[in-house]
């Protein structure tokens, strides 16, 4: 069941510049629902356009069924069942814990009040913390109390935009994992928006990539990381090689500059002409039987791992410059030949090129 659907939806603003563009998608109820992209992409505005900041020009929006905008007809931000995590979590600093929490339950009788505020700050693990004000929290403190007040009022929709944007690299990994645990527990519909591709492939149960205010991909982490629909995405989600080549008689490889690379599935069948590869870096493998030699330009040790940029083929001024990545125990140098071969999973076939 749809608990949320936009169809056709168009917002521009005064400057002529047009931020949705014909916009549908739906999302599923209980499911994590991401939409990424760079900045200006038109993701955050597609939030406001369902939260009810913004009045689409055109198109309709549905929650749970019901009609919140489209044809003239608009219901408020407050009566969407709706609540949202801001960026900045919009903390009420002259309020304690409990009382942030319980804020959107001001019309409730004090006894439900307090118990549920109780019930939801136990859940996001700040059992203890009630009296405590926002500037005596951390970081990911403040997006607990944020993502408790959002889902006490147990609205129909939780917005959460770059809910991990003020944190630093290792509570943002930890946060992803609590945040999804969270959300899961209470069986919320919730709808992300980051830039931020790991954010966007650890916690979503789907993602929508978005550019220039329209869609160019759907679809779950795993489907848009390794198959990824053209070369923006590709591009934007990690990094990639992009590689132009010819399909072999036999539909199983592309020939390239670099070598025969075998696609999997070979699905190219009655197809000709020339296309567009995606190898992700740890697409490449180190071997000494590998059918692609190449010699190394400049490597990163970044801990866990290694990027290095080799030349395909050495020593030519033709040569083809691919990102690679191997693990952190092998001991390369810039100038070292070495031969390699391409996992067929780690590629993709993105699109035919153009003459």
Not at 5 to 19: D, E, L, W
Request: hydrophobic letters at 35%; charged letters at 25%; proline letters at 7%.
């Amino acid at each position: 069941m749809d608990q949320i659907q936009f169809s056709g939806v168009k917002k521009s603003y005064r400057s002529g510049q047009t931020a949705v563009d014909n916009l549908s998608f739906q999302v599923e109820k209980g499911e994590i629902y991401t939409l990424l992209g760079p900045s200006g992409c038109g993701k955050t505005t597609t939030l406001r356009l369902l939260a009810g900041f913004e009045k689409p020009d055109g198109g309709q929006i549905s929650i749970a069924g019901n009609v919140m905008a489209g044809a003239g007809y608009w219901v408020p931000p407050e009566k969407r069942g709706v609540g949202m995590v801001f960026q900045n979590y919009a903390l009420f600093p002259h309020l304690d814990v409990a009382r942030n929490v319980a804020f959107g339950l001001r019309n409730s009788p004090p006894c439900v009040r307090a118990g549920r505020a109780r019930e939801f700050i136990d859940l996001v693990g700040l059992s203890g913390f009630e009296k405590r004000f926002p500037h005596e929290l951390s970081g990911g403190q403040q997006q607990r109390v944020a993502l408790a007040r959002a889902l006490c009022p147990e609205p129909l929709v939780i917005l959460l935009d770059e809910p991990f944007s003020n944190l630093d690299a290792d509570l943002r990994e930890t946060m992803r994992g609590e945040l999804k645990k969270i959300i899961r527990s209470t069986g919320a519909t919730a709808v992300l928006v980051t830039h931020d591709q790991k954010d966007a492939l650890a916690i979503s149960d789907r993602i929508m990539v978005m550019q220039r205010g329209s869609i160019q991909q759907q679809g779950d982490p795993r489907s848009i990381y390794l198959s990824p629909a053209n070369q923006f995405v590709a591009a934007f989600i990690g990094k990639s090689n992009i590689i132009t080549g010819r399909l072999s008689a036999n539909c199983r490889f592309i020939e390239t500059d670099i070598g025969e690379i075998p696609i999997n599935p070979p699905h190219l069948k009655g197809k000709n002409g020339a296309f567009r590869l995606s190898i992700r870096p740890e697409g490449f493998e180190l071997a000494d039987d590998g059918p692609i030699t190449g010699r190394i330009n400049t490597v990163n040790y970044l801990g866990s791992e290694q990027e290095c940029l080799i030349d395909v083929p050495p020593d030519t001024r033709e040569s083809t410059r691919l990102l690679v990545r191997v693990g952190p125990g092998m001991d390369l140098s810039p100038g070292d030949l070495v031969r390699m071969k391409v996992l067929p999973c780690l590629v993709a076939v993105i699109d035919k090129k153009t003459p």
